[in-house]
Nanobody, 117 residues
Framework: VQLQASGGGLVQAGGSLRLSCASSRSIFSFNIMGWYRQAPGKQRELVATINTGDSTNYADSVKGRFTISRDNAKNTVYLQMNSLKPEDTAVYHC????????????WGQGTLVTVSS
């Protein structure tokens, strides 16, 4: 399975970006897909997840600003990021999980988001 993340870049505070995660396999095969991020010197943290029933979950720090969605026909998950803040600067990684058993977890290569103040 390959997860190809794209859409990162440099944006000013208050701006928007949309990240995409394209899967080489049908995303119906994953129970949960999501985005995580890792800022310099910090641990990787959950940003948002979406399951096959379209239920979503967000970190408190991004609620009301970020929206995760999925396009099953394109095997792609998106993360719309609005009202970006400098503290959102990080490498954003796409994640896919098959709960099984056994549990399978897949990671994309990451895309860098830099928010300038």
């Amino acid at each position: 399975v390959q997860l190809q993340a794209s859409g990162g870049g440099l944006v000013q505070a208050g701006g928007s970006l949309r990240l995409s995660c394209a899967s080489s396999r049908s995303i119906f095969s994953f129970n949960i897909m999501g985005w995580y991020r890792q800022a310099p010197g910090k641990q990787r943290e959950l940003v948002a997840t979406i399951n096959t029933g379209d239920s979503t979950n967000y970190a408190d720090s991004v609620k009301g600003r970020f929206t995760i969605s999925r396009d099953n026909a394109k095997n792609t998950v998106y993360l719309q990021m609005n009202s970006l803040k400098p503290e959102d600067t990080a490498v954003y990684h796409c994640n896919a999980q098959r709960l099984g058993p056994p549990l399978y977890i897949y990671w994309g290569q990451g895309t860098l988001v830099t928010v300038s103040s």
